[in-house]
């Protein structure tokens, strides 16, 4: 038995250039009557103003990897970066993290410029509770795809904003460019909004949810692109690769072709998913993409204890 | 509006510039790629050079640091007096004007091709004042030898002292637009297909040089005729989105009373126009700072008359 949901909060604009959590947080500040429901708090909240204002990703540092406890326990001063000063407030707002305190569910909306379609973020593979909602919004969508992706990992696993709730839920819909809203997008991350709340929503009203299972994809390693001596980009994702996110890609395939046009195929002897491939963010971060492996995540039954 | 002068000699100044805007990455690498391999822009009777024309916007993969310099070459910043405070884009449109100008003179490059990326889904398409002949008969040839996938010719009409574009620097000029394609996201298959349309202008140039004949011709292209902006509220944001009918038809007919935008309570706006018109740039991300949710033109046949056809080896006049 399970504490019944009461606060909250669906994040837009950790990145400032992910156009879609930015307009949906905002219509919703102004008209709210959607994402409310009864007997719940859902608060809508921009993350990163500073960045949204000037349609870039971040000021000084990605928000979305400061919600450690080193930096969410620095001592407050304006030489801090911008975004972890901000991580600190948001902190306070919504946190603390690993608190009592703290929100139960964070939603943060992200987009991406790879083919990722709709995809739900997990950080957890023995939560339940979001298992339960994933399958609940997996199978509300159909037959529009929505795959899951599990962050969880010794290393590469990274302190998101929405790390501070109980339940923290990413979800990141595209392909769609920085700086661009499509209403197609956006209409999609409207409906797996939609769905989560209305899980919910059954969830307080004392449903109970039978054990399920999901398919989900695991992060495994990320791979940067092939670099010259000055480390410069060599080469490029195979067109064969490009937007072919959540597909097997097998040893041999072509995985980069260089500037001059050699391909360079995946090594290695098994099966891996692509996932985030040429995402423009992950440039920087030395990220041509990330292999993934497929796996089955199992939930127990779930109900509200107030019933 | 009187034409431009035809070339009546070889062009033997000939600039590929990228990086124009810093995050539009095809442009960019291939320009990188030039400048350590120059021998692609090698032909016979020239060699191309090739320019990053905004490194400092390239290194952070920005569009611009202070301003776009491709609105910047106007006689009124290129003859402006440096100042220690002025936009960073403002002295490198003059140091650029230096290099490949100066502007309407007499020492201008002779041709400049300006690549760039859009986020719009504009496939191929060529950029360039419909009066300048040499050009017009380049995306002509452009057409011929790279029909798949096809491309289309956006003409603007503008005169001398109008013009802003980094290749209306030189004598003759033209942009190639490359889309759908993120910002900061290089795409193998647009990289490839930037390549060889470099590689067709370069042997169209080597061709004119050579002597051949290039007759007149009839030709279909869309005029610039203005620009429409996103629907907003009282305080100046973004009160909808183009309709999802409309995104990614670019160049697609739109008729009075077709959908096209759409708001976020859910309502649609029509088109209130009285003709029919072809939007260009829909939902390009560098636009929406310039209250641009799309262009719209007309489509239009021109005739473009012959080129004058080089004597290969000029006997001197007596």
Redesign the interface.
Request: glycine share 4%.
């Given at each position: 038995m399970e504490k019944p949901i009461k606060k909250i909060a669906i994040f837009g604009g950790t990145h400032g250039n992910e156009l879609t959590g930015v307009f949906l947080v905002k219509h919703w500040l102004r008209d709210g009557a959607e994402i409310q429901r009864t007997g719940l708090e859902v608060k809508p909240f921009i993350t990163n103003p500073r960045a949204v204002e000037k349609c870039m990703r971040y000021i000084d540092c990605d928000l979305n990897r400061v919600f450690d406890l080193e930096n969410l326990g620095k001592k407050m001063s304006e030489d801090l970066p911008y975004e972890v000063r901000r991580a600190q407030e948001i902190n306070h707002l919504f946190g603390p993290k690993d608190s009592k305190g703290s929100y139960d569910i964070i939603f943060d909306l992200h987009n991406t410029t790879s083919n990722m379609g709709c995809t739900l973020i997990l950080e957890d593979s023995k939560n339940d509770f979001l298992i339960q909602m994933f399958h609940y919004i997996k199978t509300s969508l159909a037959p529009l795809s929505c795959n899951v992706y599990l962050i969880e990992h010794p290393s590469l696993k990274y302190a998101t904003t929405r790390s501070i709730a109980k339940y923290p839920v990413g979800i990141e819909v595209g392909p769609q460019p920085q700086g661009v809203l499509r209403a197609d997008i956006l209409d999609q991350m409207r409906k797996m909004i939609k769905h989560a709340l209305d899980f919910i929503h059954h969830f307080n009203d004392g449903k109970e949810f039978p054990p399920c299972t999901i398919e989900a994809y695991k992060i495994m390693e990320k791979v940067d692109f092939p670099r010259n001596e000055n480390g410069e980009v060599a080469a490029i994702i195979h067109p064969n690769l490009q937007d072919q996110d959540w597909k097997p890609l097998h040893p041999g395939d072509p995985v980069f072709v260089t500037l001059d046009g050699k391909t360079i195929p995946l090594g290695g002897d098994h099966t891996v998913y692509p996932v985030f491939v040429n995402e423009a963010a992950y440039y920087e971060k030395k990220e041509a993409f990330a292999k993934a492996t497929k796996l089955t995540l199992n939930a127990k039954r779930i109900r509200s204890s107030f019933h | 509006m009187c034409s431009l002068p035809v070339p009546q000699e070889p062009l033997r100044r000939v600039a590929v510039t990228g990086g124009t805007h810093g995050n539009e990455m095809s442009g960019v690498?291939l320009v990188?790629?030039w400048l350590r391999?120059p021998v692609d822009l090698q032909r016979p009777s020239f060699s191309a050079v090739p320019v990053l024309a905004n490194p400092a916007a390239t290194a952070v993969?920005r569009r611009y640091i202070g301003r776009d310099l491709n609105r910047t070459f106007t006689s009124t910043f290129l003859t402006s007096k440096a100042t220690p405070d002025e936009l960073y884009e403002v002295t490198r449109a003059r140091e650029l004007n230096h290099l490949l100008g100066p502007k309407n003179s007499s020492q201008a490059f002779d041709f400049i091709l300006d690549l760039h990326n859009t986020?719009a889904n504009m496939g191929t398409c060529f950029i360039l004042n419909v009066t300048d002949t040499f050009a017009m008969h380049l995306c002509h040839y452009l057409q011929l030898q790279n029909s798949e996938p096809p491309s289309r010719v956006l003409v603007i009409e503008a005169s001398e002292d109008t013009t802003f574009s980094v290749d209306s620097v030189a004598k003759h000029g033209m942009t190639v637009e490359l889309g759908?394609?993120?910002?900061?996201?290089?795409?193998?298959?647009l990289?490839s297909r930037m390549r060889s349309l470099v590689a067709s202008v370069l042997d169209f140039i080597e061709l004119f040089n050579q002597g051949a004949a290039f007759p007149a011709f009839e030709m279909e292209v869309y005029k610039f005729l203005g620009c429409m902006d996103f629907p907003r509220s009282e305080d100046g944001?973004?009160a909808g989105?183009?309709?999802?009918q409309l995104?990614d038809q670019d160049f697609e007919p739109v008729q009075p009373g077709a959908p096209i935008f759409?708001l976020?309570?859910g309502e649609d706006m029509l088109y209130e126009g009285d003709s029919t018109m072809y939007p260009l740039f829909i939902?390009?991300?560098?636009y929406?700072?310039k209250n641009i949710a799309f262009m719209k033109s007309k489509k239009l046949t021109v005739s473009i008359p012959a080129l004058p056809v080089l004597t290969p080896n000029p006997t001197p006049l007596t």
């Open positions: - | 690498y990188r790629q391999t993969c986020t759908p394609q993120p910002q900061g996201v290089l795409r193998a298959d990289f944001d973004l989105m183009v309709h999802p995104q759409q976020f309570s939902n390009e991300a560098a929406y700072e």
